[in-house]
C-alpha cells in the first residue's frame, strides 16, 4: 500500500466529513464506514491526529473515529480485528509523546489509552504505567498534565473491571504506584500553596495537577486495596484528606467565583469528600477509626455556624451524606442486643455513634433541618413564580446524590427513622407551635411553617401512632385551604401535599370531605403550583386500598374536567404526563361510570398525540391513558376506533424508531382493543401485519403477542384463520423447540386449543406439522406437567371431535416409525393413563375421560387390553366431577345457556369466550351420560360375553363405584 498516499485519501475525505454540508459529509461518512475493517486504517487516523499542523476539527474527527474502532475491533474475538502486528505499532505510538496542545483532544487521546488498556495492560502493554509515570516526572508542565490525564482515565478504567483476576492486577498496580502518586499530590499541593501566596498565575497548573493526582488516588484508594487500614501510606492520606478539606473551603473564599481557581478548589473539594464518602461505603471497617473526625467536620460545616460564608451546595450534599451513610451501615449496627453481637469492630462503630449523637446534637440537627434547609430559597421562590411546571417537576432517581433539597429531605428521614424516639417529642413540639393563624404578610412565619409542615409529612410513617391526623385535618389543615390570599398560596400548596402523604391513615369518612377540598384546588382560578400538587394529592388518594368508588362519585364529574383542564392548559411534557397518569388512575378505579365523562379527553388526545411527535414518554402516558379509557368505555370503544387503529399500528411498528419506547404499551393497548371489540373490521385485520416482526423480538411482550393471537381467534376466527393461518403456525412451530421455556410452550398450546375448540374439523389439519413432535413428546412422558396436560388436551379434543383425523394420522406416524398402528395406540393409552395425575385442571382430566372413552367404541385388540385402565380413569374422573342431588349423580361442569348473565362480563372478550364454553363438550355433555353411552356401544361392539369378560379385568370395588355412577 502507498502510505503517503492512502493518508492524503483518507485526511481529504474527513475533512469533507467535517464539513457542515450534508451532501459532502453522507459520501465521506460512508467512505470511512468502509475503510474501519481495512488494515493499516488506524494507523492512518493516529498518524493524522498527533499531526498538530493538520486542522484541529479533524483531528478531533479522526480520535473519535479511532475511539470507536477500538470499541469495535480491537478484542482478537472481534469480526474484522485489528491485526496484531498493527495493534503493537499503534500501542507503541500512543505513549509516545504527551505534547497534545488541546485539551479537548487530549482528553480524547486519554480515553482511548485507557479503553486498549482496559484489554491488553498488563499482559499485552506492560510498559503503559512505568511510561505514564516517567512522563509525570517529566519536567515539561504540559507532559506532566498530559501523562497525568492519561492515568487518571486509565486507573478510572482499570478499577471499573470486576472480575477476581483483574481485580488482583488491579491491587498489584496500586500497591506498586500507591506512594509515588501521593507523594506526587502532596508535592503539588504545597507548589500550589506557595504560588497562591505569592499570586503566581503557574498556581492554577499546580492546582489542576494537584486535582488529577487527587482523582488517581481515589480510584487506587478505593478499588486498590483489600484492608486499607493495614497500609500506613493510605492512613496518612485519609487523615490529609480531612486538614486539606479545611484548607480548602477556607481557602477558595481568597478567589473571585468566577476565576478559574475558585473553580478547581470547589471540584477538589468534592472529590475529597467522594474519598471519604466512597472509602466508607467500600471499606466500612477500615473507615472506623475516621467515624468520629468525620461526623464532627460534617456536622460543623453543615449544621453550625462555621459553615457560614464557607460551605457551598455540593459539599453540604456530601457532608450530610456522609453522616447519613454512617447513619445507615450496616457494619455499624450491632444485633437488637448489643451483647449479641459478634465482632468488636461493629461494637466500636456503634458505640462512637451513641457518644456522638447525644440529645442535643439531634435536636440541634433537625432544628438545623428544618428552620434553615427545609425553608424554601429565594431561587425557589422565583421559580415557582416564572416556571411552575419546572419547580413542580420531581428529581427522583439518585438526585439526594447531588441536589441539596433531595438530599436533605432524605437525610431528615434517615435521621428521623435511625432516631425516632428521640425526635418524635421534638417534631411533636414544631408542629404544635405553628399551629393557629399565621400572619400572611409576615412572609418568615409562612415559610417556617411550610417547612414544618414539609417535615411532618416527610415523617408521616414514623409519626403515625402520635399524630390524630384526623382531628388536625378538619380543626386546622381544612379551614387553611379555604384562605384564598396569593401570599397564602405557599401553605395551601403545602397542605394539600400534606394530605397526600398522611391519606393512608385518613378516616375512611373524611374522604369526602378531602375530595370536596380537592375540587377549588384544582381550579383555573387557582395558583399553577398549587393545581398540580392538588392533582397529585388526588390520584394517591384514588390509588389508595381504601379507595371507595361510591364515595368518590359525587365528585367524579368535576375532578375529571378539572383535571382535563389542566391537562390542556400544562405545557411541559413531564406535567401532561401526571396529568395523564392522574386520569388514567381515576379510569381505571371508576371503570365503566367514566363513561359519560371522558368524551373531551378523547376528543383532545389525537391533536396531544400529533403535537407529543418528538416526546416519546409523553406518548407513552397517552398509550396508558387509552387502555384505561377502552376499558372502561368497553365495546363503545369502537367510536375510537379511527383514532386508535393508527396509534396501535404506529406504536407496534417495528420500522419506526419510536417503537422502542411505544411498543410494549401499544402491544397492551392493542389487546384491550380487540378485547372490547364487539366485532372483527378489516382494519382490525390489518393491524395484525405488524405482529410477525414483534413475534422475533423475543422479548417480554410474547405472552401479550399470544394473548392477541388467541384474541383474534375468538373475535373473527374465520376471517383471521383465512388471512393469518400460516404466520399463527410459523409463530407457534417457532416456540415449540426443545430450549423454549415451559411457559412459551403452554402459550403455543392454549391458541392451538382456541382454534381446536372454534374449528374443531379444520384446526388439527392446520396445525399438522406440529402433532408429531407433540405426540411423541406424550410418549416419552419427560415435559412438565402443566406441558403435559396441555399436550393431552390437544390430543384429546382431536380424538374427541374429528376421529377420522386422529386414526389418520395415527395409521401416518406409525408408519414413519416403523411400528403397527396399534402398537403405538398402545403405548399412548399407557402414557395417558400414566400421567392422568399430572392433569390438575378438572376440565382437562374430563377431556381426558371424553378422549380415552371414545377408545372404547373402537374395534381393536389393544382397546381390550387396555380396558381397565380406560375404566380406571373414568371413574377417578366422575369423582372429580360429580355431584350427588336428590341421589342423583350430576356433573357440576355442564354450563346451561339459562345460567348466563349477561351483566357479568368485564369485555366482550369474555362474553365470546363464554359462548365458545357453552358449546365445548367439556361444559354441554355430562360425563356420566357420555360413559353410559360408550359402554353401552362397547358392550354392542363386542358382544355380551367380551364384554364382561373386559369387565372381570376391572377391580371389583372400581366396578362397584361405576355402577353407583351409571345406574
Excluded at 500506613?232 to 480548602?248: A, D, G, N, S
Excluded at 472506623?288 to 460534617?298: G, N, R, T, V
Excluded at 387557582?526 to 390509588?543: G, Y
Excluded at 381390550?864 to 366431577?881: A, G, N
Amino acid at each position: 500500500m502507498d502510505w503517503d498516499a492512502a493518508g492524503q485519501l483518507v485526511l481529504q475525505t474527513l475533512s469533507k466529513a467535517a464539513s457542515q454540508d450534508a451532501t459532502t459529509l453522507k459520501p465521506a461518512e460512508q467512505q470511512l464506514k468502509q475503510w474501519e475493517t481495512q488494515p493499516g486504517f488506524y494507523s492512518i487516523l493516529l498518524a493524522i491526529y498527533t499531526n498538530h499542523a493538520v486542522d484541529i476539527n479533524i483531528r478531533w474527527l479522526a480520535v473519535l473515529y479511532f475511539k470507536n474502532g477500538v470499541d469495535r475491533y480491537w478484542r482478537k474475538t472481534a469480526p474484522h480485528a485489528i491485526p496484531e502486528e498493527e495493534k503493537e505499532n499503534l500501542r507503541k505510538q500512543l505513549i509516545g509523546r504527551f505534547d497534545e496542545p488541546f485539551n479537548q483532544v487530549a482528553t480524547q487521546l486519554a480515553v482511548v489509552i485507557a479503553k486498549v488498556a482496559r484489554l491488553d495492560c498488563p499482559r499485552n502493554w506492560p510498559d503503559l504505567i512505568p511510561t505514564l509515570l516517567a512522563a509525570v516526572k517529566q519536567p515539561e508542565q504540559l507532559c506532566q498534565q498530559r501523562a497525568l490525564l492519561t492515568l487518571h482515565h486509565v486507573t478510572k478504567t482499570l478499577a471499573s473491571k470486576r472480575l477476581a483476576n483483574d481485580r488482583k492486577l488491579f491491587q498489584e498496580l496500586t500497591n506498586g504506584i500507591f506512594g509515588f502518586v501521593l507523594r506526587l499530590w502532596s508535592e503539588y499541593f504545597t507548589t500550589f500553596q506557595e504560588q497562591a501566596t505569592a499570586q503566581n498565575p503557574a498556581m492554577v497548573n499546580s492546582l489542576e495537577l494537584s486535582l488529577l493526582a487527587l482523582r488517581v488516588l481515589r480510584k487506587l484508594l478505593v478499588n486498590g486495596f483489600k484492608e486499607p487500614h493495614n497500609v500506613p501510606e493510605v492512613m496518612t492520606f485519609l487523615k490529609l484528606t480531612f486538614i486539606r478539606l479545611k484548607e480548602l473551603v477556607a481557602c477558595r473564599n481568597n478567589f473571585p467565583e468566577e476565576s478559574r481557581c475558585r473553580e478547581l478548589l470547589d471540584k477538589k473539594v468534592i472529590v475529597l469528600t467522594k474519598v471519604l464518602l466512597d472509602t466508607q461505603s467500600t471499606h466500612p471497617l477500615s473507615y472506623i477509626s475516621f467515624i468520629k473526625q468525620s461526623l464532627e467536620f460534617a456536622t460543623a460545616y453543615a449544621f453550625t455556624e462555621v459553615s457560614q460564608g464557607l460551605a457551598f451546595e455540593r459539599f453540604t450534599v456530601n457532608c450530610m451524606n456522609l453522616i447519613k451513610a454512617i447513619i445507615r451501615c450496616d457494619a455499624y449496627r450491632p444485633a437488637k442486643t448489643v451483647e449479641d453481637t459478634k465482632d468488636p469492630q461493629t461494637i466500636a462503630a456503634h458505640k462512637i455513634k451513641l457518644e456522638f449523637f447525644t440529645c442535643d446534637t439531634l435536636h440541634e440537627i433537625i432544628k438545623r433541618l428544618v428552620s434553615q434547609y427545609f425553608l424554601l430559597t429565594e431561587e425557589e421562590l422565583h421559580m415557582w413564580e416564572t416556571d411552575a411546571e419546572g419547580f413542580c417537576a420531581d428529581e427522583g432517581g439518585e438526585s439526594f446524590k447531588f441536589s441539596l433539597r433531595p438530599c436533605v429531605e432524605v437525610f431528615f428521614l434517615t435521621l428521623f427513622h435511625e432516631y425516632r424516639q428521640t425526635l418524635t417529642p421534638y417534631v411533636l413540639e414544631m408542629i404544635h407551635n405553628t399551629q393557629g393563624a399565621t400572619d400572611i404578610d409576615n412572609m418568615a412565619a409562612l415559610l417556617q411553617k411550610d417547612a414544618v409542615y414539609n417535615a411532618a409529612g416527610l415523617a408521616s410513617y414514623e409519626l403515625f401512632d402520635d399524630v390524630d391526623f384526623d382531628s388536625w385535618l378538619t380543626t386546622q389543615l381544612l379551614p387553611q385551604l379555604q384562605v384564598k390570599n396569593s401570599r397564602f398560596k405557599l401553605i395551601r400548596r403545602r397542605v394539600v401535599w400534606l394530605i397526600g402523604q398522611w391519606v393512608v391513615k385518613l378516616n375512611t369518612n373524611l374522604r369526602p370531605m378531602v375530595y370536596e377540598a380537592l375540587l377549588p384546588l384544582l381550579a383555573d382560578s387557582e395558583d399553577m403550583v398549587v393545581r398540580i400538587t392538588a392533582a397529585q394529592t388526588l390520584k394517591i388518594c384514588v390509588d389508595d386500598f381504601e379507595f371507595n368508588t361510591d364515595q368518590f362519585m359525587p365528585y367524579l364529574e368535576a375532578s375529571f374536567q378539572l383535571l382535563f383542564q389542566l391537562l390542556k392548559q400544562v405545557s411541559e411534557c413531564d406535567t401532561k404526563m401526571q396529568a395523564l397518569h392522574v386520569m388514567s388512575f381515576v379510569i381505571e378505579r371508576v371503570e365503566s361510570q367514566i363513561r359519560p365523562f371522558v368524551s373531551s379527553l378523547v376528543q383532545y388526545l389525537p391533536l396531544l398525540w400529533e403535537e407529543s411527535a418528538e416526546h416519546n414518554m409523553l406518548r407513552c402516558a397517552i398509550l396508558t391513558t387509552l387502555i384505561h379509557i377502552v376499558q372502561g368505555l368497553g365495546p363503545t370503544s369502537v367510536s375510537l376506533h379511527s383514532f386508535l387503529l393508527p396509534v396501535i399500528q404506529f406504536s407496534t411498528d417495528v420500522t419506526q424508531p419510536p417503537h422502542v419506547y411505544l411498543f410494549e404499551d401499544g402491544i397492551e393497548l392493542w389487546l384491550e382493543t380487540l378485547h372490547h371489540a364487539p366485532a372483527i373490521t378489516t382494519e382490525l385485520l390489518q393491524l395484525f401485519t405488524n405482529m410477525p416482526a414483534l413475534l422475533e423480538l423475543d422479548s417480554e411482550t410474547l405472552k401479550t403477542c399470544f394473548n392477541i393471537i388467541t384474541s383474534y381467534v375468538l373475535l373473527g376466527p374465520a376471517e383471521f384463520l383465512e388471512q393469518y393461518s400460516g404466520i399463527v403456525v410459523t409463530a407457534c412451530s417457532a416456540h415449540l423447540g426443545n430450549d423454549v421455556k415451559p411457559e412459551g410452550v403452554v402459550m403455543v398450546m392454549r391458541v392451538m386449543e382456541n382454534v381446536f375448540k372454534v374449528f374443531p374439523v379444520e384446526g388439527p389439519h392446520m396445525f399438522r406439522q406440529l402433532l408429531p413432535n407433540i405426540f411423541e413428546a406424550i410418549l416419552k412422558g419427560d415435559e412438565y406437567p402443566m406441558v403435559m396436560s396441555m399436550y393431552l388436551s390437544a390430543f384429546a379434543r382431536i380424538i374427541l371431535q374429528n376421529g377420522s383425523f386422529f386414526y389418520t394420522f395415527l395409521e401416518d406416524i406409525s408408519a414413519q416409525w416403523g411400528k403397527q398402528s396399534t402398537e403405538v395406540l398402545g403405548s399412548l393409552i399407557d402414557s395417558w393413563v400414566e400421567k392422568i395425575d399430572q392433569i390438575t385442571q378438572t376440565e382437562r382430566r374430563k377431556l381426558s375421560a371424553f378422549a380415552l372413552g371414545t377408545l372404547l367404541t373402537l374395534n381393536s385388540s389393544i382397546v381390550q387390553d387396555k380396558f381397565c385402565s380406560i375404566i380406571y380413569v373414568l371413574v377417578e374422573v366422575l369423582h372429580d366431577v360429580c355431584r350427588s342431588d336428590s341421589g342423583v349423580q350430576m356433573d357440576y361442569l355442564v354450563m346451561c345457556e339459562e345460567d348466563d348473565v349477561q351483566d357479568t362480563y368485564d369485555s366482550e372478550h369474555d362474553r365470546r369466550r363464554r359462548q365458545i364454553s357453552l358449546k365445548d363438550p367439556v361444559h354441554c355433555v355430562s360425563l356420566r351420560d357420555f360413559t353410559i353411552n360408550k359402554l353401552s356401544a362397547s358392550q354392542q361392539l363386542y358382544g355380551q360375553r367380551a364384554f364382561e369378560t373386559m369387565m372381570e379385568t376391572v377391580d371389583v370395588e372400581i366396578v362397584k363405584q361405576m355402577q353407583e355412577f351409571v345406574k
